[in-house]
T-cell receptor
Framework: DGGITQSPKYLFRKEGQNVTLSCEQN?????MYWYRQDPGQGLRLIYY???????QKGDIAEGYSVSREKKESFPLTVTSAQKNPTAFYLC???????????????FGDGTRLSIL | AQKITQTQPGMFVQEKEAVTLDCTYD???????LFWYKQPSSGEMIFLIY??????QNATEGRYSLNFQKARKSANLVISASQLGDSAMYFC???????????????FGQGTELSVKP
């Protein structure tokens, strides 16, 4: 079945540690996104990528880094510079069609990150 | 700036009844799309329904329909014949053409928590 796989489901970070969240898709989508969700809140964009080897900062990129070496993969690293990393992280992907605003984003099941 | 507002933090509905979840949006772009997602307690975001700004008819998908009132900038989700499995957070989201040119992210509202009572 086509979809987006995020791992791990739960992750704990120690002080000063970098951690990496995995996101893999087999939908053949060009665009991939990382969102952060805090309790009772909507989603905020961290980073996005529309093509391999290129990515752009979203609204809250500080303390995070990404890479896009393969179309299928878009890992997110939460660095020690992110002082409040406890949140639910969602990865999404979508097709990119010229002049089309109507492509839905498809989401993975998310990763819950907590501070130890 | 683009914005989505969901004014109902939580709602209750009796099983088998219909319920309307409110969503208002703000954009100056004439070309935009509106999306509704469902987020169960397990966390995944499930795409429900889409309405384009130029669509002449309100979108429908099974028990979900979208009450699109363009002049009022509202895109309310209507769930008919509620089921216990409909209990979840519901998010309204938007993308306009300017956002499309900036990477195509979705702008999300704060969400409405729906509880279906047996």
């Amino acid at each position: 079945d086509g979809g987006i796989t995020q791992s791990p489901k739960y992750l704990f970070r120690k002080e000063g540690q970098n951690v990496t969240l995995s996101c893999e898709q087999n939908l053949n989508h060009d665009a991939m996104y990382w969102y952060r969700q805090d309790p009772g809140q909507g989603l905020r964009l961290i980073y996005y990528s529309q093509i391999v080897n290129d990515f752009q900062k979203g609204d809250i990129a500080e303390g995070y880094s990404v890479s896009r070496e393969k179309k299928e993969s878009f890992p997110l690293t939460v660095t020690s510079a992110q002082k409040n990393p406890t949140a639910f992280y969602l990865c999404a992907s979508s097709m990119v069609l010229v002049r089309s605003v109507g492509q839905p984003q498809h989401f993975g099941d998310g990763t819950r990150l907590s501070i130890l | 700036a683009q914005k989505i507002t969901q004014t109902q933090p939580g709602m209750f509905v009796q099983e088998k009844e219909a319920v309307t979840l409110d969503c208002t949006y703000d954009t100056s772009d004439p070309s935009y799309g509106l999306f509704w997602y469902k987020q169960p307690s397990s966390g995944e975001m499930i795409f429900l329904i889409y309405q384009g700004s130029y669509d002449q008819q309100n979108a429908t998908e099974g028990r979900y329909s979208l009450n699109f009132q363009k002049a009022r900038k509202s895109a309310n989700l209507v769930i008919s014949a509620s089921q216990l499995g409909d209990s979840a957070m519901y998010f309204c989201a938007m993308r306009d053409y300017m956002i499309y040119n900036q990477g195509g992210k979705l702008i999300f509202g704060q969400g409405t928590e729906l509880s279906v009572k047996p």
